[in-house]
Structure formats: C-alpha cells, structure tokens
C-alpha cells in the first residue's frame, strides 16, 4: 500500500473524483427535487450510465468517452 502523495486536505491526487462529484452535483442532483433516496439513486446512475460514461469526453482519458477508451484498450 502507498500513502496519497499530498498532504493531508489537498485535493491533487483526488482531482478527477472531484471533478466528477461537481458535475454530478451540478447537472444531476441540483435541479432535481427528490422525494426518495431511490429517486435520487435512479437520477445519479441514469446520469453516469446514460450520459457521463458513453458520451462525455474526459481530459485524462485523451478526450474520449469513458467506454471508448475501455473499447480501444480491449477491456470491454
């Protein structure tokens, strides 16, 4: 196992995942009104499944789509 290489507080090694929770905040969970905790769990995988995994183009990955990078590499 290998410590996370910033100090304690600094998101630089968790820049991604900070990423994606601001934009799943953002686009997914905040201009919705759920009424259920599984309303909200539809909301957030329909997002993920539908739209952020297939088609959105992410800068780690070279601007390709998180399926297409899986394709390309044979992981699929």
């Not at 309303?39 to 993920?48: E, G, K, T, V």
């Not at 995994?53 to 070279?62: E, F, I, M, T």
């Amino acid at each position: 196992m290998r410590p996370s290489l910033s100090a304690a507080g600094n998101g630089c090694d968790h820049a991604a995942m900070e990423s994606f929770w601001s934009t799943l905040k953002t686009e997914a969970l905040q201009p919705n009104d759920f009424q259920t905790h599984q309303q909200a769990r539809l909301a957030i995988f329909d997002d993920i499944e539908t739209f952020d995994n297939p088609k959105r183009l992410h800068s780690a990955l070279g601007y390709q789509s998180p399926v297409a990078f899986e394709r390309k590499r044979g992981y699929e």
